[in-house]
């Protein structure tokens, strides 16, 4: 059986699921039919429907446009320093240029990629995503920024606009009073399931990790702290937002602090643009398991007693880390993608490893964070004195415990569905995620938590790999159940969520900036 709604015009398709059968999915049946194993990719040839791929822009349609001046003030405080917690002070007069700022370094588009046999030319951002489909949307709540009307507001990243869709003083009070800027992270899930079916919940996850850092280090660059709110009803902030019902409710960001420039407040009327959002696609699939993994990942209950992270130690310390100069602004709008990395000889040094390692280890600041969920194995190719081999790192200690000595790069390839660049790096990683920690602490609701947090941290190596003059890439595809033999982890340890590499790239002459 199957029906079809009407949204607008578009049509979904819904192949036989009924609201019934929404909530009996739970994350790990989830995890556990989204693994990639050489038969389930054999069992599951995907051809992408290029007619009917979506369109990574969404725009409210009439609504009014506000401008967001063009070539705002670069942030000059050293990425590193900014990923080790040092706020920067950037003057901004007023706020549509504090908006613009943000935004420039965090969310616009950075490059453009021309395709050399169709002459097809794409737009890349500052945030990466997987395939490229950018399921992450920022809406975003202001109140008494100078020169700049209240109101709830919707980032247009294909021209640096913000569509208002209302105006007036809306409020959203998540800790004491109200913040000034109060964004809101959605996904909308059909942009990844058009390419990567089932499993595009978890890449939707991962990008909201990467955006999360992406607007947090962007705004302590400028000068103003974070904090993020993963656990919130959604169906209530959906309503507040008037979210179209294809955009999913992820994070809730707040951003304070004295560079935000604020006038005296003043009370006016809430007044509804609403808009209407623009078609994605011709049609939509609907995705039934990625819709019962979101009603499952909905938040039923409050958080308990989060379980600290496991401690151990390593034989080999960490020596201080490599620095670099170079400035947040430059490093987060040059930051790209290696489509490869040159293999041979070529190396990185220890100590760049360690700067890389030591972004990863800073706090995070968000109602989730108590305690980490995700543990790093590193899968050493060239890095000047240590020896080839698979470690784990011990952040506490800032050690490094050697789990297997040898050559990795056939494994680490292999194990990344073959993907090459995984071989060609000079480090490789998995993110192992205490899924079940998260869960026993915060409900299915911890299994979002747990990639939030594998994206943040890829963010922070695609920045700190950057400055150090290296070429980082997210890896969402690996053999799931392959890299748990490899590295010879029992279900009680956690599992793989996300792989990365970080090596000298191969240039891409697609590129143009
Ligand atoms: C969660 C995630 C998963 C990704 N997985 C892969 C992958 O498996 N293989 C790959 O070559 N690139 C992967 N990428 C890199 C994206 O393809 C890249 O971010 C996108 O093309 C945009 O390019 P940019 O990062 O240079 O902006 C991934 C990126 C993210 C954020």
């Given at each position: 059986m199957s029906f079809d709604v009407k949204i607008g015009q578009q049509v979904r398709i819904y192949p036989g699921i009924s609201d019934a059968h929404l909530s009996t999915m739970t994350w790990r049946e989830y995890h556990e039919s989204t693994k990639h194993?050489?038969?389930?990719?054999?069992r599951a040839p995907h051809v992408l429907d290029w007619v009917n791929m979506p369109d990574p822009f969404r725009h409210y349609e009439g609504v009014p446009v506000l401008d967001l001046p063009a070539d705002p003030p670069s942030p000059e405080t050293p990425v590193l320093e900014v990923l080790h917690g040092v706020a920067g002070a950037t003057p901004i007069r007023d706020g549509p240029?504090?908006?613009?700022?943000?935004?420039?370094?965090?969310?616009?588009?950075?490059?453009?990629?021309?395709?050399?046999?169709?002459g097809y030319q794409y737009a890349?951002?500052?945030?990466?995503?997987?395939?490229?489909?950018?399921?992450?949307?920022?809406?975003?709540?202001?109140?008494?920024l100078k020169e700049w009307p209240d109101g709830l507001y919707h980032y247009r990243p294909s021209a640096h606009m913000a569509e208002q869709r209302a105006l007036g003083g809306l409020e959203m009070k998540w800790a004491g009073s109200p913040a000034p800027?109060?964004?809101?992270?959605?996904?909308?899930?059909?942009?990844?399931?058009?390419?990567?079916?089932?499993?595009?919940?978890?890449?939707?996850?991962?990008?909201?990790?990467?955006?999360?850092?992406?607007?947090?280090?962007?705004?302590?660059a400028i000068g103003c702290n974070s904090f993020a709110f993963g656990q919130f009803p959604d169906d209530e902030v959906a309503q507040l937002y008037?979210?179209?019902?294809?955009?999913?409710?992820?994070?809730?960001?707040?951003?304070?602090?004295?560079?935000?420039p604020m006038r005296e407040p003043n009370a006016c009327e809430t007044v509804w643009y609403d808009g209407r959002p623009n078609q994605?696609?011709?049609?939509?699939?609907?995705?039934?398991?990625?819709?019962?993994?979101?009603?499952?990942?909905?938040?039923?209950?409050?958080?308990?007693?989060?379980?600290?992270?496991?401690?151990?130690?390593g034989e080999i310390k960490l020596p201080s880390p490599a620095s670099s100069t170079r400035s947040f602004g430059e490093v987060a709008r040059m930051r790209r993608s290696a489509l490869d990395f040159l293999g041979g000889t070529r190396s990185m040094?220890?100590?760049?490893?360690?700067?890389i390692l030591a972004a990863t280890s800073q706090p995070f600041c968000a109602d989730f964070a108590g305690a980490r969920f995700i543990q790093l194995f590193l899968y050493v190719h060239r890095v000047d004195g240590l020896e080839p081999g698979v470690y784990r790192l011990w952040p506490e200690r800032s050690e490094l415990e050697q789990i297997k000595s040898g050559d990795q790069r056939v494994a680490a390839a292999g194990l990344s569905l073959g993907q090459d660049l995984a071989g060609n790096a000079c480090v490789a990683f998995s993110m192992i995620g205490d899924l079940e920690r998260a869960v026993r602490a915060y409900g299915d609701r911890g299994y979002r938590y747990v990639h939030f947090e594998a994206g943040a941290i890829g963010h922070r190596m695609y920045l700190a790999a950057e400055a150090l003059g290296l070429g980082a890439t997210g890896i969402g595809a690996f053999y799931d159940e392959a890299v748990h033999r490899y590295l010879n982890l029992a279900p009680e340890h956690g599992q793989v969520v996300y792989h990365f590499a970080v090596g000298h790239p191969v240039p891409d002459f697609r590129l143009s900036a």
């Open positions: 194993s050489v038969e389930s990719l054999r240029t504090f908006l613009s700022q943000l935004l420039f370094y965090s969310a616009a588009i950075s490059a453009s990629k021309r395709v050399p046999s169709t890349l951002r500052v945030n990466p995503s997987s395939g490229n489909l950018h399921p992450t949307e920022f809406h975003f709540l202001t109140k008494g800027v109060v964004f809101v992270l959605t996904s909308i899930a059909w942009r990844e399931a058009w390419k990567y079916g089932d499993r595009a919940y978890r890449y939707c996850l991962h990008d909201i990790g990467h955006a999360w850092q992406a607007l947090a280090l962007s705004a302590r008037r979210l179209h019902e294809d955009e999913w409710p992820m994070l809730i960001l707040e951003l304070r602090g004295s560079s935000i994605l696609s011709k049609e939509i699939t609907a995705n039934p398991s990625i819709d019962r993994i979101f009603n499952a990942t909905k938040l039923s209950s409050p958080e308990c007693c989060t379980e600290p992270a496991p401690a151990g130690a040094s220890l100590t760049q490893l360690s700067a």
